[in-house]
């Protein structure tokens, strides 16, 4: 049975940071695909990062203020976790954070329909 954990969520001061991290268990994804999406309340889950193990490559969200330059997605040596660096959050950045996993590598993927295996989600709330 594969499994996505996520841990690293919480309460934090506008223009703090925070490191997310999901494990997986049950399955191999080191040649294969690791993202993040989130889901602010009343709003559709979106896409956030991915990675992909084959060659390191990253790819971010553009979805109104974009993360990139704030946040930084990365793998473990071993490919099976993944982390999501989160630094000068915005109180736009509450959500529940969901990680996601795909046995397909070297191509990017930022569609939830990509993604095979699914964490539960971690709330991260950045207060004013």
């Known amino acids: 049975q594969v499994q996505l954990e996520e841990s690293g969520g919480g309460l934090v001061q506008a223009g703090g940071s925070l490191r997310l991290s999901c494990a997986a268990s049950g399955r191999t994804f080191s040649r294969g695909a690791m993202g993040w999406f989130r889901q602010a309340p009343g709003k559709e889950r979106e896409f956030v990062a991915t990675?992909?193990?084959?060659?390191?490559?990253?790819?971010?969200?553009n979805s109104g203020d974009s993360v990139k330059g704030r946040f930084i997605i990365s793998r473990s040596n071993a490919g099976n976790t993944v982390y999501l660096q989160m630094n000068r959050l915005k109180p736009e950045d509450t959500a529940v954070y969901f990680c996601a996993g795909s046995p397909r590598g070297g191509v990017i993927l930022t569609e939830q329909r990509e993604y095979a295996y699914w964490g539960q989600g971690t709330q991260v709330t950045v207060s004013s």
């Open positions: 990675t992909w193990r084959s060659s390191g490559g990253t790819y971010y969200g």
